[in-house]
Protein backbone atom coordinates (compact mmCIF):
# COMPACT_ATOMS: atom_id res chain seq x y z
CA UNK A 1 0.00 0.00 0.00
CA UNK A 2 1.00 3.64 -0.72
CA UNK A 3 -0.35 6.81 0.86
CA UNK A 4 -0.41 9.63 -0.70
CA UNK A 5 -0.73 13.29 0.89
CA UNK A 6 -1.27 16.47 -0.95
CA UNK A 7 -0.77 20.04 -0.08
CA UNK A 8 -0.39 23.48 -1.24
CA UNK A 9 -3.88 24.01 -3.14
CA UNK A 10 -5.78 27.34 -2.10
CA UNK A 11 -7.59 29.92 -3.82
CA UNK A 12 -4.97 32.22 -6.16
CA UNK A 13 -5.49 34.93 -8.95
CA UNK A 14 -5.29 35.05 -12.45
CA UNK A 15 -1.89 35.02 -13.67
CA UNK A 16 -0.77 34.14 -9.81
CA UNK A 17 1.36 30.70 -9.22
CA UNK A 18 1.15 27.86 -6.62
CA UNK A 19 2.81 25.22 -5.31
CA UNK A 20 1.77 21.92 -4.97
CA UNK A 21 3.22 18.86 -2.74
CA UNK A 22 2.79 15.44 -3.02
CA UNK A 23 4.59 13.27 -0.13
CA UNK A 24 4.32 9.34 -0.29
CA UNK A 25 4.92 6.85 2.21
CA UNK A 26 4.29 3.20 2.41
CA UNK A 27 5.61 0.34 0.16
CA UNK A 28 7.54 2.44 -1.78
CA UNK A 29 9.16 0.93 -4.84
CA UNK A 30 12.11 2.83 -7.16
CA UNK A 31 11.39 2.56 -10.07
CA UNK A 32 7.86 4.60 -9.79
CA UNK A 33 6.22 7.46 -11.68
CA UNK A 34 5.21 10.22 -9.74
CA UNK A 35 2.31 13.28 -11.52
CA UNK A 36 -0.58 14.96 -11.01
CA UNK A 37 -4.21 14.59 -12.68
CA UNK A 38 -7.12 17.41 -12.24
CA UNK A 39 -10.42 17.07 -12.48
CA UNK A 40 -13.12 20.09 -12.69
CA UNK A 41 -16.48 19.89 -11.88
CA UNK A 42 -18.34 18.36 -14.74
CA UNK A 43 -15.60 16.89 -16.15
CA UNK A 44 -13.63 13.96 -16.19
CA UNK A 45 -10.18 13.56 -14.25
CA UNK A 46 -7.35 14.29 -16.38
CA UNK A 47 -3.65 14.26 -16.88
CA UNK A 48 -1.47 17.44 -15.86
CA UNK A 49 2.01 16.29 -15.73
CA UNK A 50 3.89 12.98 -14.80
CA UNK A 51 7.53 12.55 -14.16
CA UNK A 52 9.18 8.89 -13.88
CA UNK A 53 11.93 7.79 -11.37
CA UNK A 54 14.48 9.26 -14.30
CA UNK A 55 13.73 9.97 -17.37
CA UNK A 56 11.61 12.68 -19.54
CA UNK A 57 8.31 14.86 -17.96
CA UNK A 58 5.36 14.47 -19.79
CA UNK A 59 2.77 17.68 -19.75
CA UNK A 60 -0.95 17.96 -20.84
CA UNK A 61 -0.94 20.32 -23.81
CA UNK A 62 -2.94 23.00 -21.72
CA UNK A 63 -0.02 23.51 -18.99
CA UNK A 64 2.84 23.21 -20.78
CA UNK A 65 5.34 26.25 -20.39
CA UNK A 66 2.90 27.00 -17.36
CA UNK A 67 3.33 24.55 -14.98
CA UNK A 68 6.56 22.47 -13.96
CA UNK A 69 6.17 18.78 -11.94
CA UNK A 70 9.66 18.27 -10.17
CA UNK A 71 10.50 15.52 -7.13
CA UNK A 72 12.86 14.55 -4.81
CA UNK A 73 13.59 11.10 -4.57
CA UNK A 74 15.14 11.24 -1.14
CA UNK A 75 11.54 12.21 0.26
CA UNK A 76 9.60 10.18 -1.75
CA UNK A 77 7.64 13.70 -2.88
CA UNK A 78 6.50 15.34 -6.03
CA UNK A 79 5.48 19.08 -6.76
CA UNK A 80 4.02 20.76 -9.04
CA UNK A 81 4.95 24.57 -9.43
CA UNK A 82 1.95 26.33 -11.03
CA UNK A 83 2.73 29.63 -12.72
CA UNK A 84 0.47 32.21 -15.09
CA UNK A 85 -2.80 29.98 -13.83
CA UNK A 86 -5.73 31.01 -15.44
CA UNK A 87 -9.49 30.53 -14.14
CA UNK A 88 -9.57 27.21 -16.62
CA UNK A 89 -7.32 26.05 -13.77
CA UNK A 90 -9.42 25.21 -11.28
CA UNK A 91 -10.10 22.07 -10.37
CA UNK A 92 -9.50 19.23 -7.55
CA UNK A 93 -5.29 18.18 -7.80
CA UNK A 94 -4.80 14.64 -7.30
CA UNK A 95 -1.22 13.36 -6.63
CA UNK A 96 -0.88 9.77 -8.53
CA UNK A 97 1.85 7.18 -7.82
CA UNK A 98 2.34 4.34 -10.25
CA UNK A 99 4.52 1.45 -10.40
CA UNK A 100 3.54 -1.26 -12.74
CA UNK A 101 0.36 -2.54 -12.67
CA UNK A 102 -0.44 -0.73 -9.10
CA UNK A 103 -1.61 2.78 -8.56
CA UNK A 104 -2.31 4.83 -6.04
CA UNK A 105 -4.62 8.46 -5.40
CA UNK A 106 -4.29 11.15 -2.79
CA UNK A 107 -7.15 12.55 -1.29
CA UNK A 108 -6.97 15.91 -3.21
CA UNK A 109 -6.17 19.21 -3.04
CA UNK A 110 -8.84 22.28 -4.06
CA UNK A 111 -7.30 24.77 -6.16
CA UNK A 112 -9.50 27.77 -7.23
CA UNK A 113 -8.52 30.93 -9.58
CA UNK A 114 -10.55 33.45 -9.51
CA UNK A 115 -10.19 37.25 -8.86
Known amino acids: QVHLVESGGGLVQPGGSLRLSCTAS????????MGWYRQAPGKERELVAE???????NYADSVKGRFTVSRDNTKNAAYLQMNSVKPEDTAVYYC?????????WGQGTQVTVSS
Open 96 to 104: HYLYGRSEY
Open 26 to 33: GSIFRFNT
Open 51 to 57: QPYSGST
